[in-house]
């Protein structure tokens, strides 16, 4: 096992991310014999990785953090880096090595002030590993000042510091940030490949590996959850039954709201989960006294976590909505599928009867336009639209297709 094992499909990326953390590891190791630096280095300061949702850019980016804090003995003896079990790999993976820094967004946008602490560290020396890294789960979510701050650091980085930036597309990022970045583009991996990580990782049954997979077209995170939730495939059986329920206005915004519902449901047990650990740890942080009292001008900073954690409840629900809105779009997908005649495998073939349903019921042209309501939809949530408004007016297109 190495760290680049959990990389699906992504053969080309991990032989790059190899071959740079071997020559980081030479550069370091030269450094610290006082020994002559190599001439050619396939290590670079900025890393920028791109790919469709689901195609594992934030892993990528952790694993080859992993491997350049990897502090093997094996690496002496020739081996690479990256090993996955020392105690650089492993910290590194579960995000809790003091020299690598995660950045993600909580809400929609990552603010100015999430940034400087962390744009601060970068210009500093690791305080026990092997690089300092920073980790931006979501370069995309930049804003202008924030993606200011970044390039400035990147501009005029510390020896030893290297960015990772994470987003969608190269086009999400600046111009002036990308353009000072080695990047990589991941594709999204083949539906087996996902059902043969579930069932080697996750210890999943071949049928239901192979059903995640192919219902979530290869995007990792969403077929794991739906290989060993059982919430998620409820509230996944339930998307798929919306589009046979759209037959009077009554029934569209029920359905809208049944959606924004469990959506802010999903939202709710996240911040259960992590509100009151947060709260109750920052209070010991701060010096709470017995009975919870807290001392004189820390009265700021726990409104700035409750300010954090209601942005990160929005975007919880956003992107849970976004998860039904994928699964909608790719049941219209396959009922076009059907409508043309192709001979593509179907993502929801366990739907099969209602797909055949609609696609006997309509047309190529109003299957079409029912897609581009459901993206018009996503594209009204990322401007921040109410997401009531959003999915009354989508399930209202729907039906009338």
């Not at 049941?331 to 696609?359: H, K």
Request: hydrophobic letters at 45%; a negative charge.
């Amino acid at each position: 096992m190495t760290v680049w094992d959990d990389l699906v499909g992504q053969e080309r990326v991990s032989a790059v991310l190899d071959a740079a953390a071997r020559d980081a590891d030479a550069l370091v190791t030269a450094a610290a014999a006082d020994q002559p630096l190599p001439e050619t280095s396939k290590m670079t300061h900025a890393w920028l990785f791109t790919g469709p949702p689901g195609a594992g850019r934030n892993q990528a980016a952790r694993a080859f953090a992993a491997a350049l804090q990897c502090v093997s003995p094996d690496r002496a003896l020739g081996g690479a880096p990256g090993c996955g079990f020392c105690d650089g790999c492993h910290t590194a993976l579960l995000g809790t090595h003091a020299d690598v820094t995660t950045v993600a967004a909580v809400g929609s946008e990552i603010l100015v002030k999430d940034m400087r602490d962390t744009v601060r560290k970068s210009f500093t020396s690791p305080a026990n590993g092997r690089w300092q890294i920073i980790l931006v789960e979501d370069a995309e979510r930049l804003n202008e000042k924030s993606a200011n701050a970044v390039l400035k650091a990147v501009e005029e980085p510390a020896p030893r510091t290297v960015w990772l930036l994470c987003a969608p597309s190269i086009e999400d990022v600046l111009p002036t940030i990308r353009s000072r970045c080695r990047h990589l583009n991941l594709r999204t991996p083949s539906v087996e490949a996902v059902a043969d990580m579930l069932m080697r990782r996750d210890g999943i049954e071949p049928g239901l590996a192979a059903s995640a997979a192919r219902a979530t077209q290869g995007h990792v995170d969403r077929a794991r959850r739906l290989a060993t939730d059982p919430a998620a495939r409820e509230r996944r059986a339930a998307v798929l039954k919306l589009p046979l329920r759209l037959d009077e206005v009554g029934a569209c915004l029920r359905a809208a709201q049944e959606l924004v519902d469990a959506a802010a449901e999903d939202a709710r047990q996240l911040a259960e989960e992590m509100d009151g650990k947060e709260a109750e740890e920052l209070k010991a942080a701060l010096g709470a006294a017995q009975g919870g009292r807290m001392p004189r001008g820390t009265a700021g900073v726990m409104k700035e976590l409750e300010d954090m954690q209601k942005r990160r409840r929005t975007r919880t629900q956003r992107d849970s909505l976004d998860v039904a809105l994928g699964d909608l779009t790719a049941f219209y997908r396959d009922v076009l599928a059907l409508q043309l005649g192709t001979r593509v495998a179907l993502a929801n073939a366990d739907a099969e009867d209602a797909l055949e349903r609609l696609a006997r019921a309509g047309t190529p042209e109003s299957t079409l336009r029912r897609i581009e309501a459901i993206a018009a939809c996503r594209e009204a949530l990322d401007r921040n639209v109410a997401p009531l408004l959003a999915v009354e007016a989508m399930t209202m297109a729907l039906r009338a297709g």
